[in-house]
């Protein structure tokens, strides 16, 4: 049987004020034809990672709203996860992809999350590829099905995208991050493709209002210097993320400003097993230097710990070579910090280039831009007013929350 995520209680009211009253009353205009429908959300994991986090926010306001809203997390076990982390990065373009044994793992678990489904539902939204194939063993316990990528498959390795394919277009429709990211070989089901970006929530312990005293005070539990500048990013420990990269990029800017500080801070996922290996690397590459902390949730770093490195950070970045979406990038924007991404993925509909951040392609770029905002403070402070601004007008959970009212409407569960 799947596993019931416990959420708390959120209310829309609460947002007007930051997303103001026309978006909430839209809300609820388009919540009245959906009430007391029952819309289940099903994912790999209940922590680590954006979908998670969305999902915290999404489902109790789909409650506040009228719906019955739950959120199921699939059963799985180590051999399963190995191999849907090997499927994630060959859906991104690795070259490596699954076997025969790892193929028959997948379609096992699968099978059995769909025999555990339990209840009848309006609406079954399953996120991204681990539990893709529900809809194929439990079809008739729900009225319509989306699929949810939040992955970029836009250049996949083709083994595993012919194998998912099929499953995907079973589905009454699918949702994007964008309109690039959908694979080729659609076919008709290219008329059931949404494209909805994600969001965070202004509200959250990650993302509320967090002042600079407070924000020093958490980061020098974790050794950082408030008087000294820090580069900060947030992210998953992976090859994407390139952490490797973002230590280049480092040293190069204390070859001028010497006394920069850099904190790397991540998650350990309970569906990414490479994690582990991908932080043990990055530590190792860091080379016991001081001023290079390397922190995620296993040092006691969670989602407040987060807000005050991002708030007490002179420059955030997220220099990834391959990004879903990247909502580090929103989260360091709603802040007002000066940030620096990868200009791959979602990251440009989020940074516009000189305007609310800067785009990068290598390390080198990276550290030339850092290097820039560290000598002209009003460059940074310019930069995070209109970064903020272009958060909270486009990736905010309300406008998220009205865009999945929307598709459920037209899609008529």
């Known amino acids: 049987m799947l596993q019931e995520v416990a959420i708390g209680q959120k209310s829309l009211a609460d947002y007007a004020s930051i997303v103001g009253r026309e978006t909430t ?29 969305i999902l915290y926010t999404i489902v109790p306001l789909m409650r506040d709203i009228g719906l019955d809203a739950h959120w199921h997390v699939i059963f799985g076990k180590e051999e399963f996860f190995e191999a849907t982390k090997l499927l994630h990065n060959s859906l991104q373009g690795a ?49 319509k099905w989306i699929w949810r990528c939040h992955i970029d ?88 993320k390139d952490p490797i990269g973002v230590i280049d990029a480092y040293r190069q800017v204390t070859e001028q400003v010497p006394e920069t500080q850099l904190a790397m801070v991540g998650s350990m996922a309970t569906d990414d097993p490479e994690g582990r290996e991908y932080f043990q690397k990055t530590y190792e590459y860091a080379d016991n230097d001081p001023d290079i902390k390397i922190l995620s949730n296993l040092n006691n770093v969670g989602a407040i710990e987060v807000n005050a490195f991002q ?68 460059l940074g402070k310019t930069l995070g007013r209109e970064g903020k601004e272009h958060a909270r007008r486009l990736f905010l959970s309300p406008r998220l929350l009205r865009d999945w009212l929307d598709l459920l409407n037209r899609i008529e569960t």
């Open 25 to 53: 009353e839209r809300i609820r205009e388009l919540a009245e034809p959906l009430r007391g429908k029952r819309v289940l959300h099903v994912s790999a994991t209940a922590f680590g990672g954006g979908v998670s986090e």
């Open 95 to 143: 070259p490596e992809t699954l076997s025969d044994e790892q193929w028959a793992v997948f379609d096992e678990i699968n099978q059995i999350n769909a025999d555990g489904l339990e209840g009848e539902w309006d609406a079954v939204i399953v996120h991204d590829p681990q539990p893709i194939g529900l809809r194929r063993g439990a079809a008739h316990k729900g009225g």
């Open 153 to 240: 498959l836009s250049t996949p390795n083709p083994a595993p995208i012919a194998r998912l394919l099929p499953l995907i277009e079973e589905y009454d429709a699918s949702v994007w991050h964008m309109s690039q990211y959908v694979p080729n070989g659609m076919g008709a089901h290219r008329d059931a493709v949404n494209i909805i970006p994600p969001a965070i929530d202004p509200l959250s312990p990650k993302n509320m209002a967090f002042s600079r005293e407070d924000a020093a005070f958490i980061c020098q539990q974790f050794g950082i210097d408030p008087e000294r500048p820090l580069i900060t990013q947030v992210s998953r420990f992976d090859p994407w």
């Open 311 to 378: 708030s007490q950070s002179d420059i955030c970045l997220q220099k990834s070579i391959r990004e879903g979406f990247g909502l580090t990038v929103t989260e360091a924007l709603w802040k007002g910090r000066p940030t620096i991404g990868g200009n791959v993925g979602g990251i440009p509909l989020q940074i516009e280039d000189g305007i609310s951040g800067f785009l990068v392609n290598s390390p080198e770029e990276c550290a030339a831009r850092s290097l820039e905002i560290l000598r002209d403070p009003g």
